[in-house]
Every structure is written in C-alpha cells, then in structure tokens.
C-alpha cells in the first residue's frame, strides 16, 4: 500500500504527543519514507538541539527548522514528524499545508506532562516551573496545530500503534 497521490502525511503536535514514534509506524505500513524535521536540523548544525538553543539560541533553531520543513517541498511519499515547535513561525503554516495532508496529534495536558518529564534535557523546558511553561505553550499553540491539521488524533489513551492506524484509515477513506 502506498501513501495514496503523491503527497506527504505530516505529523504535527507538542513535545510527547508521539509523532516520532507515530511516523515511523505509519511510514512502514505505507512503505513510505520517514523524516524528522528535528533530525534534519540537527545533522546539519552536527550537534543535538539543546546545544544549537543553547550556543545559537532559539531563533537560529527556528530559521534552520524552517529551512529544512522547506527543502521537503518537492518530495513525495514521505511520513514527516515536526518538532513541536513548527507552527510558532506564521511562514512554516503554508508550507505544511503544500507538503501534504496534516494531522495533529493531541493529548490532555496531564499526559503530556507525563511523558515530557520523563526527559529533563529538552530546552524549552528548562523554566524555573516547567509545568506552568508546559500548561502555557499548549494554550498558545493549540490553536495553531488546529488551524495547520486536515485531522486531529488524540492519543491520551492510545497506543501508538492505534494512533497509526486510525490515521491510515482516514487516508485510506480519501483514497476512495
Ligand atoms: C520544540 C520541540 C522539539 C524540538 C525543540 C523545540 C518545541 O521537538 O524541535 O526542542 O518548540 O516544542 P519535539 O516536539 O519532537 O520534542
């Protein structure tokens, strides 16, 4: 089974809604190709991305994410996770869109919380109240990843193999 049309399935949503994980399932099972825009980043920059935030700064981080969400336009066929981060530049929106079809992955707050600090290392949480900032980035984000998604998955109580599939449902239904 191949990704129906030439286009790309993205994955959008917070840290831990799964999109990694996620991607790579839904890539093997529509023999697609999985990218990582975070991977892209980092193996350009040849340096994880908490040391990129951390010598180049945040903004930098945001202009090479955008790079290389760009140099995907062309490709097709492809299972593509983002960072977290991919809808807080106003220019990245269209480009979603023009990759392929979006779907955002949710989950309560509490779950995501839950599975973000379980890893202490991710920059944007190094606040003096990581939850708080947690609680606050969700608000201000969600109604990006609304407005960026062709489908919403909330995955509290799935598992990530349920997560691929219902989103391998949905592309089979518009094949039809
Ligand atoms: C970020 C999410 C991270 C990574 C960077 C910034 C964000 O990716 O791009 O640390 O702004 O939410 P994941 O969503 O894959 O953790």
Not at 133 to 148: C, G, H, S
Request: net charge positive; with cysteine.
């Amino acid at each position: 089974m191949n990704i129906p049309r030439p286009e790309n399935v993205v994955l959008v949503g917070f840290m831990g809604s799964g999109k990694s994980s996620v991607g790579r399932l839904v890539a093997r099972t529509l023999r697609g190709r999985f990218v990582d825009t975070d991977r892209l980043v980092i193996d350009r920059a040849g340096c994880p991305i908490a040391e990129i935030f951390a010598t180049r700064g945040e903004a930098h981080f945001r202009q090479e994410e955008t790079r290389a969400l760009r140099s995907l336009l062309g490709s097709s066929r492809l299972v593509i996770a983002t960072g977290g981060g991919i809808v807080t530049a106003p220019e990245n929106l269209p480009v979603l869109k023009k990759l392929g079809f979006v779907v955002w992955l949710t989950a309560s707050e509490e779950v995501i919380w839950e599975r973000v600090s379980r890893n202490t290392r991710r920059p944007l949480l190094q606040t003096e109240n990581p939850r708080e900032t947690v609680r606050e980035l969700i608000a201000k984000r969600n109604p990006l990843y609304e407005e960026a998604a062709d489908m919403e998955v909330d995955t509290t109580t799935l598992t990530h193999a349920q997560v691929a599939e219902r989103i391998y449902q949905r592309l089979m239904e518009r094949r039809r």
